[in-house]
Antibody
């Protein structure tokens, strides 16, 4: 059974750094891209980027390039989302999800449970 | 880059059909998927490749895509179908794009 288990909720102050994680199981981790999606309070879904664990190739949404860093640790089948300096506007739920393709159609079928990040002074 | 526009809300009576639209330039040339998100839960894929249902998704969920509009139809809406629904498209240049979301409410 495919599972994506994310790290727990975080409360941080503006300017602090943060790294949240997503550990995959139930499939060959290095075979499929994994992505990150943001959901701000009461708002819709926003795509941040994806990473290929097999080679660490990373693609970012233009809206988030330079604002976050996506990385991977193959030894623990984990993907990470990192901020160097948080802002209050980073307050959101962050989901990891497995990127899958059926022909030329790609989508997120399996999702983590979400990590709530709260940034407040 | 492209945008996917959805109506903010749709209301439906129990047992009736609900249709949620997703509009975008030449959308019929892309594959559309749909996600259901209940409050406090992660999204669930209910339709992919315009009209295919993943295993475990009830038959009352169906999809279509033509011209500039994709549609998710819930036939015989039930209380547990109350949720937010997002359309989605993938483009190798742009990446994943989500629609603005539609809140489905049962009357």
């Amino acid at each position: 059974e495919v599972q994506l288990v994310q790290s727990g909720a975080e409360v941080k102050k503006p300017g602090e750094s943060l790294k949240i994680s997503c550990q995959a199981s139930g499939y060959t981790f290095t075979n499929d891209w994994i992505g990150w999606v943001r959901q701000m309070p009461g708002k819709g879904l926003e795509y941040l980027g994806i990473i290929f664990p097999g080679g660490s190739e990373t693609r970012y949404s233009p809206s988030f390039r330079g604002l976050v860093t996506i990385s991977v640790d193959k030894s623990t089948s984990s993907t990470y989302l990192q901020w160097r300096s948080l802002k209050a506007s980073d307050t959101a739920i962050y989901y990891c999800a497995r990127h899958e393709c059926s022909g030329i159609d790609c989508f997120f079928k399996y999702w983590g449970q979400g990590t709530l990040v709260t940034v407040s002074a | 880059s492209f945008d996917l526009a959805q109506p903010p809300s749709v209301s439906v009576s129990p047992g009736q059909a609900a249709s949620i639209t997703c509009s975008g330039d030449r959308l019929g040339h892309k594959y559309i998927s749909w996600y259901q998100q209940r409050p406090g839960q992660p999204p669930v894929l209910v339709i992919y490749q315009d009209d295919k249902r993943p295993s475990g998704i009830p038959e009352r969920f169906s999809g279509s895509n033509s011209g500039n509009t994709a549609t998710l139809t819930i036939s015989g809406a039930q209380a547990l179908d109350e949720a937010d629904y997002y359309c989605h498209a993938w483009d190798s240049t742009t990446g994943h794009v989500f629609g603005s979301g539609t809140s489905v409410t049962l009357l």
